[in-house]
Antibody, heavy 119, light 107 residues
Framework: QVHLVESGGGLVKPGGSLRLSCAASGFTFSDYYMGWIRQAPGKGLEWLSYIGGSGRVKYYADSMKGRLSISRDNPKNSLYLQLDSLRADDTAVYFC????????????WGQGTLVTVSS | EIVLTQSPGTLSLSPGERATLSCRASQSVNSNYLAWYQQKPGQAPRLIIHGASSRATGIPDRFSGSGSETDFTLTISSLEPEDSAVYYCQQYGSSWTFGQGTKVEIK
């Protein structure tokens, strides 16, 4: 059974950085594209980034380009998202999600981790 | 970037009624790469439909998707109380974008 657990969220000051993690289990991690999506309080879903199975191919949303970096550690079955130069409007729940295989729809989602940017 | 516009914003219906949710794209969606997700309060989204009309594993057959190019529809044929949620469409044919969501309320 696919299981995705995010961690690393919390309270950070404007301009600060945070590294989110996603621990995956129940499937062959390196076979799947993985992504990050966020949801601001009371708002809709926003795709942020996708990474290929080997980690070589990466895609980023223009809205956050230059301020985030996706990576993965396949032997550890872990996905990461580095967030830099954080602003108040980056406050959101950040979800990791597993693709069907390639960079398509999101077949499975974690429960999310809350990032709050405030002084 | 393909912009997805969902309508209506909120749908309030009684159990057993039919719900029709619309998702309109600003340009044609490649290969009908359109998915629908259900999100209940405090929960992660759950995949309902992919490829515009294919039900995801474990999804009841009262959920169906249709449409092509720029106009897509999610239909819930006979609403159950547990279908109360926000529904999002997402296109994955050209980058990845979500619609703003339709809230389905059960009277």
């Amino acid at each position: 059974q696919v299981h995705l657990v995010e961690s690393g969220g919390g309270l950070v000051k404007p301009g600060g950085s945070l590294r989110l993690s996603c621990a995956a289990s129940g499937f062959t991690f390196s076979d799947y594209y993985m992504g990050w999506i966020r949801q601001a309080p009371g708002k809709g879903l926003e795709w942020l980034s996708y990474i290929g199975g080997s980690g070589r191919v990466k895609y980023y949303a223009d809205s956050m380009k230059g301020r985030l970096s996706i990576s993965r550690d396949n032997p550890k079955n872990s996905l990461y998202l580095q967030l830099d130069s954080l602003r108040a409007d980056d406050t959101a729940v950040y979800f990791c999600a597993k693709s069907r295989g390639g960079p398509y729809y999101f077949q499975h989602w974690g429960q999310g981790t809350l990032v709050t940017v405030s002084s | 970037e393909i912009v997805l516009t969902q309508s209506p914003g909120t749908l309030s219906l009684s159990p057993g009624e039919r719900a029709t949710l619309s998702c309109r794209a600003s340009q044609s969606v490649n290969s009908n790469y359109l998915a629908w997700y259900q999100q209940k309060p405090g929960q992660a989204p759950r995949l309902i439909i992919h490829g515009a009309s294919s039900r995801a594993t474990g999804i009841p057959d009262r959920f169906s998707g249709s449409g092509s190019e720029t106009d897509f529809t999610l239909t819930i044929s006979s609403l159950e109380p547990e279908d109360s949620a926000v529904y999002y469409c997402q296109q994955y044919g050209s980058s990845w974008t979500f619609g703003q969501g339709t809230k389905v309320e059960i009277k």
